[in-house]
């Protein structure tokens, strides 16, 4: 008897079956949950009297979820806006020279904490040498001509000299000083801070207190007037300034004093504030932004010099619940997220939105800053609701 193709495969079709049937009867059920799960099979979620989807202690879904509570915030007028930090320019010394010379000694390395008057580098400078040479030439041959005059003076009673000769000699002695104003006048526009010389050697010191940030001069370094970047920075790093590129959208909505939320991506879970204390005055023609400055109290120093941030300026008025956007369940028009009541219990509530943005939302009626909110899982939780209550 011949047997066709379309048999022989139901019959391995059948044996097949029959083998899975067969290991079902044999391995027990939790045994399967082992081969499926790699572990018992995840407890499922019960619908509280109140409403709430409720899990047991150590079910695997509540890895899944985070909560945490989020207080009240002022609502920022947009989304966040691209920042820079940059040095308080009202505490910060750049630090150069006005004559030539030679970096002989450095006595200061970034990072180093200076008081005022603290010497930075020593620099050897025949300019100075070369100043109080004419000085005291100039102060020499005054003294020599105002000894002249005084003999003179005393001769002009008795005609012993001419009129003529006596005016010549009182002009030479006014030469004389003007010569020595001058070479005074000379000292004072190359050491305009009165710095501190012996000989021909400048000690370079510190007009402030604060932190070196920066520093080009190095041992045997040439320097003169006029230089591209300063021989020191010295700062105050407890205050910053800064740099906001505000859309000319915006620009009469911001005011002097406004509060300002920075975020940094070195610190994301951090928020700190600043002060606008400047309203850009020209718009930049290519980008359509103007430049809005605000002062930041970097008490703790993490912030750091042209660090790049997210500025969000605050309105005056109005506060809300900042709430990522993966915490909040869309149904339709309305707007929702979930609230764990008590461990491992969420109540989903509805709310309104004031505003939302590209990663975050701002939540206004429905909470009130004391809740503890669901930022991570709100979909899972949604899902397994619906799941659990029938409706489709």
Request: include cysteine.
């Given at each position: 008897?011949?047997?066709?193709?379309?048999?022989?495969?139901?019959?391995?079709?059948?044996?097949?079956?029959?083998?899975?049937?067969?290991?079902?009867?044999?391995?027990?059920?939790?045994?399967?949950?082992?081969?499926?799960?790699?572990?018992?099979?995840?407890?499922?979620?019960?619908?509280?009297?109140?409403?709430?989807?409720r899990y047991a202690e150590g079910s695997a879904q509540l890895?899944?979820?985070?909560?945490?509570?989020?207080?009240?915030?002022?609502?920022?007028?947009?989304?966040?806006?691209?920042?820079?930090?940059?040095?308080?320019?009202?505490?910060?010394?750049?630090?150069?020279?006005?004559?030539?010379?030679?970096?002989?000694?450095?006595?200061?390395?970034?990072?180093?904490?200076?008081?005022?008057?603290?010497?930075?580098?020593?620099?050897?400078?025949?300019?100075?040498?070369?100043?109080?040479?004419?000085?005291?030439?100039?102060?020499?041959?005054?003294?020599?001509?105002?000894?002249?005059?005084?003999?003179?003076?005393?001769?002009?009673?008795?005609?012993?000299?001419?009129?003529?000769?006596?005016?010549?000699?009182?002009?030479?002695?006014?030469?004389?000083?003007?010569?020595?104003?001058?070479?005074?006048?000379?000292?004072?526009?190359?050491?305009?801070?009165?710095?501190?010389?012996?000989?021909?050697?400048?000690?370079?010191?510190?007009?402030?207190?604060?932190?070196?940030?920066?520093?080009?001069?190095?041992?045997?370094?040439?320097?003169?007037?006029?230089?591209?970047?300063?021989?020191?920075?010295?700062?105050?790093?407890?205050?910053?300034?800064?740099?906001?590129?505000?859309?000319?959208?915006?620009?009469?909505?911001?005011?002097?004093?406004?509060?300002?939320?920075?975020?940094?991506?070195?610190?994301?879970?951090?928020?700190?504030?600043?002060?606008?204390?400047?309203?850009?005055?020209?718009?930049?023609?290519?980008?359509?932004?103007?430049?809005?400055?605000?002062?930041?109290?970097?008490?703790?120093?993490?912030?750091?010099?042209?660090?790049?941030?997210?500025?969000?300026?605050?309105?005056?008025?109005?506060?809300?619940?900042?709430?990522?956007?993966?915490?909040?369940?869309?149904?339709?028009?309305?707007?929702?997220?979930?609230?764990?009541?008590?461990?491992?219990?969420?109540?989903?509530?509805?709310?309104?939105?004031?505003?939302?943005?590209?990663?975050?939302?701002?939540?206004?009626?429905?909470?009130?800053?004391?809740?503890?909110?669901?930022?991570?899982?709100?979909l899972l939780l949604d899902a397994e609701l619906l799941a659990?209550?029938?409706?489709?």
């Amino acid at each position: 008897m011949i047997i066709s193709k379309k048999t022989k495969l139901i019959g391995i079709a059948i044996l097949v079956l029959c083998l899975i049937v067969a290991a079902w009867l044999i391995l027990k059920p939790s045994k399967v949950d082992h081969l499926i799960y790699g572990g018992p099979a995840p407890a499922q979620p019960v619908i509280a009297p109140s409403g709430a989807i409720r899990y047991a202690e150590g079910s695997a879904q509540l890895t899944m979820i985070q909560a945490k509570k989020i207080p009240l915030t002022p609502v920022p007028i947009a989304d966040q806006l691209s920042a820079r930090i940059a040095y308080d320019e009202d505490v910060t010394a750049r630090i150069g020279v006005s004559f030539s010379g030679r970096v002989v000694e450095i006595k200061a390395a970034p990072g180093d904490i200076v008081k005022t008057g603290q010497v930075l580098a020593v620099i050897d400078s025949p300019d100075f040498g070369s100043a109080y040479a004419d000085l005291n030439k100039a102060r020499a041959d005054e003294k020599r001509k105002l000894l002249a005059m005084k003999r003179a003076k005393d001769l002009v009673p008795g005609e012993a000299i001419s009129t003529r000769d006596w005016e010549v000699i009182q002009a030479d002695y006014a030469q004389a000083q003007a010569e020595t104003a001058r070479a005074e006048q000379r000292i004072k526009n190359i050491n305009p801070h009165d710095l501190a010389i012996k000989g021909q050697r400048v000690s370079i010191a510190s007009p402030m207190n604060g932190v070196v940030t920066e520093r080009t001069a190095s041992p045997s370094l040439e320097v003169t007037p006029g230089m591209a970047s300063p021989l020191f920075v010295v700062t105050d790093p407890k205050r910053l300034w800064l740099m906001i590129d505000l859309p000319e959208s915006l620009m009469g909505q911001v005011k002097l004093g406004s509060a300002v939320a920075i975020q940094s991506d070195a610190y994301p879970d951090e928020r700190f504030e600043g002060k606008i204390v400047q309203l850009g005055q020209v718009i930049n023609p290519n980008t359509r932004r103007a430049n809005v400055l605000a002062r930041i109290d970097n008490v703790a120093g993490k912030l750091l010099p042209e660090m790049f941030v997210r500025a969000s300026v605050l309105q005056n008025s109005g506060e809300g619940v900042r709430v990522p956007n993966e915490g909040i369940v869309i149904r339709g028009i309305y707007s929702y997220v979930f609230i764990e009541s008590s461990p491992g219990e969420f109540t989903l509530r509805p709310v309104k939105l004031i505003k939302r943005g590209t990663d975050f939302s701002y939540v206004g009626e429905g909470l009130n800053g004391t809740e503890s909110i669901v930022t991570k899982g709100a979909l899972l939780l949604d899902a397994e609701l619906l799941a659990r209550s029938g409706d489709k």
